[in-house]
């Protein structure tokens, strides 16, 4: 099983921007793509964003606009850039790719 390590977290104020990383060993991006996930206090794992390995990107309606899916092959690393963040965008932020277990997560605090 690959390994996902997210990092980048921390707490912002609400307009701000803030990328988060997250980083896989055993799995490569580039063959299976990413999904983007998070967790707030009291809810459930909800999506936030996919990219497949041809690059096809598909974001939830509440991050449409706002955020964005890159990479970077040579570090097998992909990143969340979010920008105009919203209190309610605070979470723990989650990758997955398949063949993965869940990394540990980054917490994303907007304050309003």
């Known amino acids: 099983q690959g390994q996902l390590v997210e990092s980048g977290g921390g707490l912002v104020q609400a307009g701000d921007s803030l990328r988060i990383s997250c980083t896989a060993s055993?799995?490569?991006?580039?063959?299976?793509?990413i999904g983007w996930f998070r967790q707030a206090p009291g809810k459930q794992r909800e999506f936030v964003a996919r990219?497949?390995?041809?690059?096809?990107?598909i974001y939830a309606d509440s991050v449409k606009g706002r955020f964005s899916v890159s990479g970077d092959n040579t570090q097998n690393t992909r990143y969340l850039q979010m920008n105009s963040l919203k209190p309610e965008d605070t979470a723990v932020y989650y990758c997955?790719?398949?063949?993965?277990?869940w990394g540990q997560g980054t917490q994303v605090t907007v304050s309003s």
């Open positions: 997955l790719t398949p063949g993965a277990n």
């Open positions: 990219v497949t390995s041809n690059g096809t990107a």
């Open positions: 055993g799995r490569s991006f580039s063959s299976y793509g």
